[in-house]
């Protein structure tokens, strides 16, 4: 190995932005972190929307709110007013 060549191997604190830390090495003399496991969605279930310039009161006054629930209700009305439909033919 040559020397004088490889940066610096700090222990520092990690933070997040959450408030969460903890120690491991880097080399960067501080970590700051937007997200970590304890607040990222895919670990804890929670899902936090971020919208910039209003996308996501935009989309749902467009399309509406779907669920699963209501998708299923809707397939099983359209069901039955085909077989109606086809019964008065």
Known sequence: MKEGIHPKYH????????????????????????????????FTGRQKLVDTEGRVERFTKRFGTQTSESRKQAAKAKKQQQTAAASKA
């Open 11 to 42: 222990e520092v604190e990690a933070r997040c932005a959450c408030g969460a830390t903890w120690k491991t090495r880097s080399t960067k003399p501080e970590l700051h972190l937007e997200i970590c496991n304890n607040c990222h969605p895919f």
